[in-house]
């Protein structure tokens, strides 16, 4: 009896011990020299749809000694696991896909990552857009921390019933011409507001953007150090967004939420300022609305919004393979595939000229061939640093400009309030 | 005299002076509950305490620890924010729990009364709103206070001739439609506390009072009420608490953390934006040790309270 209750208490105990050992003995195995049959394993996290999941075993073909598991991730799940592992010093994978937004949180840890410039990958570094390539260099541009995937080249999605009603052209071709300047872009929000009651654009966020992006910097130099008041494409984005708000056309759907979900359907808006991806979220909320919506070039240049960089943190006891494997991902005869496969829209520009790559049609929207649309935009993007604060003063621009359109503020005493906002939360860091 | 009788009945083999039966029961107790000091101290004690650490260093998550005296402190003291923070947590506290308490009691005396058929239906009913995933209720409300005009609430506004309302950028629009999700998903919960409060009034106290000449109101005001007085004091101190805690509902409301708007800030919201928008952990830190600071005066306050209502019961 006595012995079979220490028996018992041996078991409860050996068993977390022996979970907790089970699930640790896995955790050296993706950084260690890998499976028993002397293969090497790499790990690699992804986020999102990518494809990634058919090219890994053309790869694992052409090169038997390696083994690569991938593991997919929801997008801030992903990151945050990357962000706590690489943090802690453990635990993170060979591989990781980055999206650009995070890539600012790393530029402080250097040394958690390897210099992919060590590999050799300056001799890539033709094949792919600068101003893409840029954005995974350190400030000094000395140090690489990922290859690049895909991007986000922002165009004008617009609503061609709107158009029609408020007496617009309603053809791409005639659209791009007729709307070549933001003036132009302000006459025919008045236009589309007088005919039809709408806003031009769904809310203060994607206008804003649209300018802020086109700008040849952002807030902040490479010293990191904010420039906001000197600069003045900031405020310039801001005054115009203003403008239009001050104007009446601009809608108050804010990001993300169910309604601006909604009115992809039913057309709450003309123009949506949006980057390439962003097809298949119109796809998904308005699936009835084929020919509807088309893409057109978005006044004077363009921005990127999103895509992503692999990256081979400092953990990895296999980097030279690992390195080789996402170069080897990225190539552009991949991301074609990628493309095909998952909608990634592609960073090598070689790309473009390709008619595979040109042939691809897409019967929803009004213009098929949406492609050159996008590679033309991917063209006009401009090199600029962001910095790891980005976000921060984003947040408080845009802060500002909702008190100016909802609480009908005066717009230059919230910019001087959103300045005194970022300086007093960047100096706490 | 147990030692010794416990130590007889060992096989000699096994016997060892200091590893003695009593030991023995007293050590094996100790691993029983140990699972969970175990896991305590690695997921709950250990953050605790770095977290106080980390309150007096500055950190981005990434980089090296660097000690910055009580300059995080002193930030997160001076930051307008923060104070608003806390007004508006106070806010929601306040409009979440007041208007709970007020029409909790009469639907915990529905409930109770004699006449109610399908009392479990009913009880569950009320319960419900509590067991609903808090991220779906968030949505659904924050369709229901749509900025639009054409949203459903600012729609039922205008049926009654008002103005609509931005529910989501105006100080007391967003006050309203936090609370009132707030208010939804807490009030069965509360109710069904209350239930057990008024279940717990001897029903001979009620029999006295009818034979007395009580009337029902009378009865109401002065037995039901002043018994349930203890309860009602827990009640308010537990939603009070919990106010402080107050993250989910806000931050769904807006959708993402970018979007949540100073007018909806709550401390915890404030303190979640420092550690993982703005990547500095000090000041988080500091906020967390603020926040544990003020929830530690509070439970105090109720401790006295509740233990003063015992005396005067």
Not at chain 1, 87 to 98: R, T
Request: aromatic content about 14%; charged content about 20%; glycine content about 6%.
């Amino acid at each position: 009896m006595k012995k079979k209750r220490w028996l018992v208490l041996f078991f409860i105990l050996i068993l977390p011990v022996t979970m907790i050992a089970c699930s640790n003995s896995k955790a050296p195995s993706n950084a260690d020299s890998g499976s028993s049959d002397g293969k090497i394993e790499l790990t690699f996290w992804t986020f999102g749809t990518t494809g990634y999941e058919k090219l890994i075993p053309e790869y694992e073909k052409q090169h038997p000694n390696i083994k690569i598991k991938m593991q997919n991730g929801e997008f801030n799940d992903h990151h945050n696991k990357l962000f706590t592992a690489i943090s802690a010093g453990s635990g993170a994978p060979d591989l990781a896909m980055i999206e650009v937004g995070f890539i600012e949180k790393y530029r402080d840890a250097q040394d958690r990552f390897y210099n992919l410039y060590d590999f050799g990958a300056g001799d890539l570094k033709s094949k792919y857009l600068e101003w893409k390539w840029s954005i995974g260099e350190s400030a000094d541009r000395k140090f690489l921390f990922g290859l690049p995937t895909d991007i986000g080249p922002t165009v004008m999605y617009y609503r061609t019933d709107i158009f029609e009603k408020a007496g617009l052209p309603v053809d791409p071709k005639e659209v791009a011409e007729k709307i070549k300047t933001w003036d132009d872009y302000t006459a025919a929000a008045k236009q589309v507001k007088e005919k039809t009651g709408k806003p031009m654009t769904d809310n203060v966020e994607l206008i804003y953007n649209a300018r802020r992006d086109q700008a040849p910097e952002a807030y902040f130099d490479r010293q990191d150090q904010l420039i906001i008041e000197k600069s003045p494409y900031a405020k310039k984005a801001y005054d115009y967004t203003v403008q239009l708000i001050k104007e009446g056309v601009v809608g108050d759907l804010n990001l993300w939420t169910p309604e601006w979900n909604g009115s992809m359907k039913t057309g709450g808006y003309a123009t949506l300022l949006a980057p390439s991806w962003m097809n298949a979220n119109i796809k998904g909320n308005a699936p009835n609305a084929k020919d509807k919506w088309a893409i057109a070039p978005m006044p004077e240049g363009a921005g990127n919004w999103g895509g992503s960089y692999i990256a081979i943190p400092k953990e990895s006891k296999h980097a030279k393979e690992a390195y080789e494997f996402a170069k080897w991902l990225v190539s552009p005869e991949n991301q074609l595939k990628s493309f095909k496969d998952a909608g990634l829209f592609p960073s090598a520009p070689e790309l473009y000229s390709n008619p595979e790559f040109n042939d691809y049609k897409d019967e929803y929207f009004y213009n098929d061939h949406i492609t050159p649309v996008f590679a033309e935009a991917a063209k006009k993007v401009k090199v600029v640093y962001t910095g790891k604060n980005f976000q921060l003063v984003q947040g408080e621009i845009i802060r500002a400009l909702q008190n100016v359109q909802k609480k009908k503020a005066d717009p230059e005493s919230e910019w001087k309030a959103a300045i005194d906002r970022i300086k007093t939360q960047l100096a706490r860091q | 005299m147990y030692r010794e009788g416990a130590e007889q009945g060992l096989s000699p083999g096994l016997k060892r002076k200091w590893w003695t039966e009593r030991k023995k029961e007293i050590f094996s107790g100790y691993l029983y509950i140990s699972p969970f000091f175990i896991l305590f101290a690695i997921f709950g004690l250990f953050p605790m305490l770095f977290s106080f650490y980390l309150a007096f260093q500055k950190w981005n998550g990434l980089g090296t620890f660097k000690y910055a005296g009580l300059s995080n402190l002193r930030f997160v003291l001076e930051d307008p924010l923060f104070w608003k923070s806390i007004y508006n947590t106070i806010l929601f506290g306040i409009l979440g729990t007041l208007p709970q308490i007020i029409v909790a009691i009469p639907l915990a005396i529905l409930l109770n009364a004699a006449w109610l058929k399908l009392k479990g239906f009913f009880r569950m009913a009320i319960f419900m709103p509590y067991v609903t995933s808090v991220a779906a209720v968030a949505i659904v409300f924050s369709v229901i206070f749509s900025e639009q005009s054409s949203g459903i609430m600012n729609v039922v506004l205008s049926y009654i001739g008002l103005e609509p309302v931005s529910w989501k950028t105006t100080e007391w629009g967003v006050k309203v439609a936090i609370s009132t999700m707030v208010f939804w998903r807490w009030v069965g919960y509360n109710t069904i506390i209350f239930l057990a409060g008024l279940q717990r009034i001897p029903p001979d106290l009620y029999e006295a009072a009818t034979i007395d000449g009580a009337r029902p109101i009378q009865q109401l005001w002065h037995i039901t009420l002043p018994l349930l007085k203890p309860v009602i004091v827990f009640v308010t101190f537990l939603s009070t608490i919990g106010a402080w805690q107050l993250f989910v509902e806000p931050l769904i409301f807006y959708h993402r953390i970018s979007g949540v708007r100073e007018e909806a800030m709550t401390v915890v919201l404030y303190l979640w934006k420092e550690a993982f928008v703005n990547s500095a952990y000090g000041t988080a830190s500091a906020t967390a040790v603020l926040l544990f600071i003020i929830i530690a005066i509070f439970s105090i306050l109720n401790l006295i309270f509740s233990k003063n209502i015992g005396r005067v019961n």
